[in-house]
């Protein structure tokens, strides 16, 4: 870590314009289209009538999730990014109305959850790892940042702050202890950053050096299930109707001991060196400790942040950027098992999207923007439908036909959180530091930003992911670099200013930017990126791709579906070696767009000879040669229902 | 079904003797030390108490299961089988001992269930579908049969056909229904064949006809929980405390509507077309109905349970000749569901076994003792350990190193199934007909029958499962058949007599037999059988199973283990044309014995350049050469803890 990455930081969305071919269709999508529906789900769900209830002092009678409020607050959320964007007058009054019914349901001394104000009102703060109060608490806080900020109104700050002055008071002295669910790190730290106040900053840092302590409550609250609630509780499994009571043995190791990995709290995170535990929880923390040393300078966070992304991303990250393989406990197992039919929640790879940014933010490194782009591109993408409307919460790499995006859920924790990233997308695209702007992500746009006192616009056209010709323009008031990342997948890049060729290994030197360093003056830059269709083998300790090949091209990693293909997609023997053409495919209806296709030679077992048997001497088995055709794993599941896979076995 | 296959019977057990150099240390081992070790565990796990506290007239205290009477009467099952053959005075004592605890525990009107006794004395015979009284009778009753025919004692006899009169008077009549778990069909059949007593068949064909119909009382029974027992019962799961939860689901299909698939009662057995559910529960109902077609002459149940073979054969059972791949209802699933981390209980290969023994009997094909043979040898022989004394109740074909054997289970069914199996093996080997003899298995043996009136004696030496050559000497007193199967897996086979050579094919006739019909005076016959190492493919549908092979010699079926590969086992891909070539190993250690291991040309992936990377362009990767060696699968598991593996990613 040197100083000038020190200083890097990102361009905040509101300075950024999208005009997307590839992204512009599903931000209006989730604009007009999920917004709309989601506040819908949150009437139908019960989840505006808990606010209600709670707001007209009613008793009992709370619907749905214990920490269903946060649905409301990240929908709050996504909701203000579009309106710093858009002026959408139906929009803004449903946001009015639903912060009113949130500030209506504050409690006097600022405490705010419905579910406790319904249900336990004699029992807050009193079951830390379950009950989420604080993870509510921090969706509130990000919400009303993001509200402030869209709208300058102060309304839902306001709740914001006088809740996160209640918990500041509260915790750390009446209650010593940390959330079973990390996201209040962030918030408060988010809250720090708007209002200036020290105390929120200092709350994080508290919540995140305590977790993975002896007196982080965690572990005493699961031996002390007469301290931590009421009735409402299952003393067996320390977690409220409703739960699936699988989620115990999550907390517990093979020995029946506290397990402190679901919640990353078996050590300090300075200590650990492996990704445990619920996924999403983990992103979170992890973000808010690269937030946390981006505020103070403490450097002893960034090695174990770095060490925790390494052993993620070369041990326990499927190739969309998807994480978590387990569904018991929602989260990460153990190196390299990556089993294809696995979980990778679409919240998680939000989680890990808002680290990244982080990441970069700290290090200035090209990789972390390199796992953005895959993972926005691929694991989060294929979260929500084309339509806007459906959502996958797990994220498999193989499917046998059955797994299908749902309208909403019981636990809805992923549709508003796919909204609130894809409305505040912008937030990812351009940083700058004292003296440059990167370019981070490839989507049309236009940034004006402040370069060490220069005023910098930069426009953007890119033909990504379909193909790789970017176009910038730039106009510059002094003299500042333009840096350029090279994607990871690139084979090759071709760099031109005003159409002259730049020598982009020198100007790369290692760091994954090409940098150009000059005046600008409305001048031309153009980048031409080699997407060839690759296949890909996983690291040999993966069991479950052992033998198979993945497609990628460009960004995009490839699946196959039944609806392109004659036979199941599992019989399909790809050559590893053959090249794999490009094809257009007009997927409009199903997809929103058409799409480039990939096909090649593949066999397939002869079916002759089969009649009554089901094992036979290979000799005397024949293949058939065939053409696999494969699609963008994104753009999956939203045609006829059908099997899907992405790795595909090989010869070689 | 011609009309000489009505009269095939297998030769009892107790005309055979058996002297074979891999089945009798085996069944040695079964005698001085299972059979020692389980009267232990029966002590150790209370079910010999719970007849001493029914006995005792005590109320509750009941310890385990509620159906683990059954464990005691498959006990006496097995030692009655070894008594048969060896005067072993301690076994005897032991055996005399529980049955004075059995008799001991049955009520005066013939009633005899230890769980209803002690906890719920008021609820006899209400909850048939899963508190398996009648499996536990069914169970005493072939326990008794055994006993008598072994010992010609009558104590256990009394006491089950006084329990088989007491349910013979209560169906039909005060109860009418089938229960959840067959056993009493088959069991009521054996003692049938012991008594004469019609009432027994005719109770069994009851429970047959009855099953799948709407007055088999299971669809009732979940829809009136206040009728079927008492607070002993999870009214929400109509389980008794102690049963997996997860049982409820298997009785629901998805909307949440009885299907009475997992009790084989989704519809009258003559309907059904594909095996279904439990398949343990299965293989017990059809081999009762194969024994009613056989004892009733009733033709319209052959059809069906070819049909049903057929179906299981071809499309659900793994090349083991395991079946039942679903852990949560221990069952059947779709066709071609044969994923290799499944569950194929032990319990449902012995029960296959059963089944096949008597479709043979129905029909004289050979197709059934050649799946016999699969499965004593690979899928049932895996869940016995060589010492004797730890089983698998699940026998996956693939493991990541975490699936070992235990002693026992807090379900025990399969080690005392295992051992009343390999305790009457001698049951398997011979059949006649009118006019001849079928040899079925090829194990050391003599035999003495008589056919059509001839004395037949027949004595086999055998050098399989590792090599091919069988050597009988056959004596008769007139002309008879000599039937000699031909193993689905033998290549090519050499018949000779007194070293003539026979034209096999002519022999043959596509029966599956190479039929000797001769006068025999000591006559030497020998067979040589080819026992060429094959790589098999599975059904193009069988997508766990595509693009790879299962390596298999003789009746074996091989699998890899890390004890014997440097490389973790999924890491080798086997070119599917090479020869594997076969070495001897001593592994008399472990498994008991030396084996023939198999040894071939592999590749690895080559581990240079991971360094710090998941996933890599499979151009930029290497493989090399390397050896994969392979033992037998009916011995993994017996040294070091460690992965394994049956099918292999394949080249071809």
Not at 66 to 77: G, L, M, P, T, V
Not at 105 to 127: C, K, M
Not at 498 to 511: I, L, Q
């Amino acid at each position: 870590m040197d100083d000038t990455a020190e200083s890097v930081e990102s361009v905040d969305f509101s300075d950024v314009e999208i005009d997307d071919e590839f992204w512009s269709p599903r931000i209006e999508t989730n604009r007009e289209v999920t917004l709309e529906y989601q506040y819908d789900q949150l009437e139908e769900s019960g989840t505006l009538e808990n606010f209600r209830r709670t707001r007209d002092g009613e008793e009992g009678g709370f619907q749905g999730m214990w920490f269903q409020d946060s649905d409301a607050y990240k929908w709050i959320e996504g909701a203000s990014y579009v309106l710093a964007k858009h002026d959408d007058e139906e929009l803004r009054s449903k946001v009015d109305e639903v912060i009113e019914l949130v500030a209506g349901a504050q409690g006097e001394d600022g405490y705010l959850n419905t579910y406790f104000s319904l249900v336990e009102p004699d029992n807050r703060w009193s079951n830390l790892h379950m009950m989420h109060e604080l993870y509510c608490a921090g969706h509130l806080i990000e919400a009303a940042v993001a509200h402030h900020r869209a709208t300058g109104d102060d309304s839902l700050l306001d709740v914001a702050t006088a809740f996160a002055d209640h918990i500041d008071e509260v915790f750390g002295d009446e209650v010593e202890g940390v959330p079973g669910h990390e996201e209040i790190e962030l918030a408060l730290i988010r809250l720090y950053r708007v209002t200036d106040e020290e105390r929120y900053l200092d709350r994080a840092t508290y919540f995140v050096d305590l977790r993975g302590t002896d007196d982080d409550r965690l572990a005493w609250e699961l031996t002390h299930p007469e301290d931590i609630g009421g009735s409402e509780y299952d003393d067996g499994a320390l977690i409220p109707d409703g739960s699936d009571g699988a989620a115990k043995s999550v907390f517990l190791d093979d020995d029946g001991e506290y397990d402190g990995r679901y919640a990353q709290a078996h050590e300090p995170l300075r200590d650990q060196t492996t990704v445990e535990g619920h996924s999403v929880r983990a992103m979170y923390l992890f973000a808010a400790a690269a937030d946390l040393a981006l505020e103070t300078g403490d450097d002893s966070l960034v090695e174990p942040l770095e060490r925790l992304w390494e052993n993620m991303t070369e041990r326990r990250m499927y190739i969309t950027g998807g994480i978590g393989p387990e569904h018991a406990h929602e989260g990460f197992t153990e190196d390299y098992d990556l089993r294809n039919d696995g979980y990778a929640e679409t919240c998680a790879a939000v989680g890990s999207v808002f680290w990244n940014r982080r990441m970069f933010e700290l290090t200035g490194e090209a990789r972390y923007p390199d796992l953005v782009e895959r993972t926005l591109y691929n694991g989060f993408l294929a979260g929500v439908s084309a339509d806007g409307t459906k959502f996958f919460y797990e994220n498999p790499l193989e499917s046998d036909g059955d797994h299908h995006r749902k309208g909403w859920f019981t636990c809805a924790c992923c549709p508003p959180n796919a909204a609130r990233l894809l409305a505040s997308l912008g937030d990812y695209l351009y940083a700058r530091d004292d003296d440059g702007v990167y370019v981070n992500q490839y989507v049309g746009s236009t940034v004006t930003t402040s370069v060490g006192g220069a005023e910098v616009t930069l426009s953007q056209e890119s033909s990504l992911p379909w193909e790789g010709a970017v176009e910038l323009t730039v106009d510059a008031s002094d003299e500042v670099a333009v840096r350029l990342r090279v994607p990871e997948w690139a084979d090759g890049v071709d760099v031109r200013v005003n159409g002259d060729a730049v020598d982009e290994d020198a100007a790369d030197e290692g760091s994954g930017y090409v940098e150009l360093r000059r005046e600008w003056d409305g001048d031309a830059v153009t980048l031409s990126l080699d997407q060839s269709v690759e296949a890909m083998v996983a690291h040999p300790n993966v069991g479950s791709d052992a033998g198979r090949v993945a497609l990628t091209r460009g960004p995009l990693v490839y699946c196959a579906e039944d609806a392109d293909n004659d036979r199941p997609v599992h019989q399909y023997t790809v050559d590893a070696d053959a090249d794999f053409g490009t094809d257009r495919a007009d997927l409009t209806d199903a997809v929103g767009t058409d799409v480039v296709t990939l096909g090649g030679p593949a066999d397939v077992p002869s079916l002759d000879g089969w009649e009554g048997e089901l094992y036979r001497p290979v000799a005397e088995t024949d293949t058939e040669e065939t053409t696999l055709t494969a699609v963008p794993y994104f753009a999956w599941d939203n045609r006829e229902p059908g099997a899907m896979r992405v790795w595909f076995h090989a010869d070689r």
